[in-house]
């Protein structure tokens, strides 16, 4: 192999959003993936959301109580296993001192700089490649049973973001826009995002294959990386179960096992694990179905339609690397739907759902990584948590142009490891 090619490791959404980026530049690209195929990990069924207007990262005070009442639970939005609290513990408290009112808002605020240029980015491609994926356009809307919590979160996007194209809503307003929320009794109002949109990241990810395939770059499956080499201060080969391969340029595109690959060359990422989980249902058939997608504040829920389908998706769970699909957390979500969609949960096959999990790489700040590490030609671009795919189109753009040197479209200060 060329010494020339740049190695990406990861072929989920930041690792093929990086692949194209760079092929656009003129560079040879390589993408190692471990599973099967692309996009089977965090990429495959998330709540399949661009969500700019959720920018805040996950540390607000009010998600901290959260997961300091959910420990040891699994019928608790968010929660942690207290296996976990000794390797925690350290980013744990990085984690709260960033929840400090100034320097939330600034990091919400650098996030959503980069979800914006970022949205616009997947629709350049999605309208100069003409990719479909179930996309929508009509934003998505945040609900809430508390009238004090739904002025706040509305002034908070005012004041945060300078977003003109958030819009208060009250309860009539609420249902007008998605008659199938009549069912809520307590339901106060909400926040619609107009500039917000949804989709399948898993089949955007495939017509993303597609797109870096075709403009000549290659892209190797079940290729299980052992080690990244370093050789004076410089990446020098990727070591794989079945080859060594010659590098002086690498981007860990990861995920959460970002961390673990870093640490074998001596590079600490302060990111962990939050598992997810999601159930998708078939709606073919069914009349009058959800037409919007839906946060639910209380519950820390999203509900998404696509064509012929809806998903649940929401938790966030800090139990390291658990793939165990635990009968609670289906039990929750299913309640979940039920709590949100009573009709529309009556008239699906509950037998015939999906189940999912995956586990979102959280830093201890909620930014993403993105930049060169101090081993020289060896690149991240890791550490999104749950805005993956928000972030991946923008993201993949800044670390192209470090890589090859040039000058940022965007101030990527905010994202640098050495920030």
């Keep these: 192999m060329k010494e020339d090619q740049i190695i990406i490791i990861g072929g989920g959404l930041l690792g093929l959003a990086t692949a194209n980026a760079l092929l656009d530049?003129?560079?040879?690209?390589?993408?190692?993936?471990?599973?099967e195929e692309t996009a089977l990990?965090?990429?495959?069924?998330?709540?399949?959301?661009l969500t700019p207007s959720q920018s805040a990262p996950w540390n607000s005070p009010p998600d901290i109580a959260r997961i300091l009442s959910g420990i040891g639970r699994k019928d608790s939005p968010m929660t942690l296993s207290v296996k976990q609290i000794p390797s925690l513990f350290f980013w744990g408290i990085k984690f709260m001192f960033y929840s400090r009112p100034q320097s939330f808002e600034r990091i919400s605020r650098e996030i959503f700089s980069l979800a914006n240029y970022s949205k616009l980015l997947t629709k350049n491609i999605r309208d100069s490649e003409n990719i479909r994926y179930d996309e929508s356009t009509k934003g998505t809307m945040k609900i809430f049973r508390d009238s004090e919590r739904l002025q706040q979160s509305f002034d908070f996007s005012k004041r945060i973001y300078g977003d003109s194209t958030t819009k208060?809503?009250?309860?009539?307003?609420?249902?007008?826009?998605?008659p199938q929320l009549k069912e809520i009794k307590d339901l106060e109002g909400g926040l619609h995002y107009r500039s917000d949109e949804t989709g399948d990241a898993y089949k955007f990810c495939k017509a993303l294959e597609d797109i870096v395939r075709r403009k000549g770059g290659r892209i190797l499956v079940k290729t299980n990386i052992k080690k990244i080499h370093v050789n004076k201060g410089k990446v020098n080969s990727i070591v794989t179960e079945r080859a060594v391969l010659?590098?002086?340029?690498?981007?860990?595109?990861?995920?959460?096992?970002?961390k673990d690959l870093l640490n074998d060359s001596g590079i600490r990422i302060p990111i962990r694990p939050v598992k997810g989980y999601s159930l998708t249902y078939d709606t073919s058939g069914i009349n009058d179905k959800p037409k919007i997608s839906i946060i639910d504040e209380g519950v820390h829920i999203a509900i998404t339609p696509f064509d012929n389908r809806i998903r649940?998706?929401?938790?966030?769970?800090?139990v390291g690397f658990d793939e165990e699909i635990h009968p609670k957390r289906i039990k929750y979500l299913n309640a979940?739907?039920?709590l949100i969609y009573p009709d529309l949960y009556s008239k699906i096959d509950l037998d015939e759902g999906e189940v999912w999990q995956g586990f979102r790489p959280m830093s201890a700040d909620g930014l993403p990584f993105i930049g060169e590490t101090r081993v020289k030609g060896l690149f991240v671009n890791t550490g999104h948590g749950q805005l993956g795919w928000t972030l991946a189109m923008g993201s993949a753009d800044l670390i192209a142009d470090h890589v090859i040197g040039v000058e940022?479209?965007?101030?990527?200060?905010?994202?640098?490891?050495n920030r």
């Design 25 to 35: 530049r003129g560079e040879k690209v390589l993408v190692l993936e471990r599973s």
């Design 41 to 49: 990990e965090t990429s495959f069924a998330n709540a399949g959301m």
């Design 168 to 178: 208060l809503l009250n309860r009539e307003e609420v249902i007008d826009l998605e």
């Design 246 to 258: 010659r590098a002086r340029r690498v981007i860990v595109c990861a995920g959460s096992w970002s």
């Design 312 to 318: 649940v998706a929401g938790t966030a769970e800090f």
């Design 336 to 338: 979940m739907l039920k």
């Design 408 to 417: 940022t479209q965007i101030d990527s200060k905010p994202y640098l490891m």
